[in-house]
């Protein structure tokens, strides 16, 4: 079975604040992905990578960056967290033609 | 950017009955993935089905199946004999092989089972 874990299922965090968000998938994927979801608005790519050190900008990039050193791991990364940033965060990776395989999320509050 | 519709932001169907869930996709392509996901609550978003857009059979899992309309860029989600397991949130989503490494996704549709 795929695994794609997050680091955290909660995370509050104070306004300013740095904060990492670590995704981690055991099957070899190429591909992984950071979306927020918002009630109303569904989900909202904000970065996406398809190879290790490489990224792409997705919908909403702004206020976040992503590291991607190893295949398994991308990481979010919140340099200076906002109350706009409190929102539902999903991990997810696909190979290059399949279906994503989605982490359980993290529901980060920032205070 | 491709852009998904689910024109039901909340859905309620009696146990054992049949449901039907919309979405409709906007695209100038003609080969490329859909997908239904489905978020229970507060859990795993997990894969219902996916259909090529290149097959013109409708895709079928067990009480779940599409409605492909490629010309109407239609994709609806029935599902039979309703479980009060099938409550979740219902995500339509979009795959294009040359963007292939984006996926779209709708607002989702709530499902409500009643007993």
């Known amino acids: 079975d795929v695994k794609v874990t997050q680091s955290s299922r909660y995370l509050v965090k104070r306004t300013g604040e740095k904060v990492f968000l670590e995704c981690v998938q055991d099957m070899d994927h190429e591909n992984m992905f950071w979306y927020r979801q918002d009630p109303g608005l569904g989900l909202r790519l904000i970065y996406f990578?398809?190879?290790?050190?490489?990224?792409e900008k997705g919908d909403i990039p702004e206020g976040y960056s992503v590291s991607r050193e190893k295949k398994e791991r991308f990481s979010l990364i919140l340099e200076s967290a906002s109350t706009n940033q409190t929102s539902m965060y999903l991990c997810a990776s696909s190979p290059p033609r399949g279906k994503q395989y989605f982490g359980p999320g993290t529901r980060l509050t920032v205070t | 950017a491709q852009t998904v519709t689910q024109s039901q932001p909340e859905m309620s169907v009696q146990e054992a009955e049949t449901v039907t869930l919309s979405c409709t996709y906007d695209t100038s392509e003609s080969d490329y993935y859909l997908f239904w996901y489905k978020q229970p609550p507060s859990r795993q978003m997990i894969l219902v089905i996916r259909q090529e857009a290149y097959k013109q059979q409708n895709a079928t899992e067990n009480r779940f199946s599409v409605n492909f309309q490629k010309a109407a860029k239609s994709f609806s989600l029935k599902i039979s004999d309703s479980q009060l397991g099938d409550a979740a949130m219902y995500f339509c989503?979009?795959?294009?092989?040359?963007?292939?490494?984006?996926?779209?996704f709708g607002t989702g549709t709530s499902l409500t089972v009643i007993p």
């Open positions: 990578s398809y190879d290790v050190k490489m990224k």
């Open positions: 989503a979009y795959r294009s092989p040359l963007t292939g490494n984006q996926f779209y």
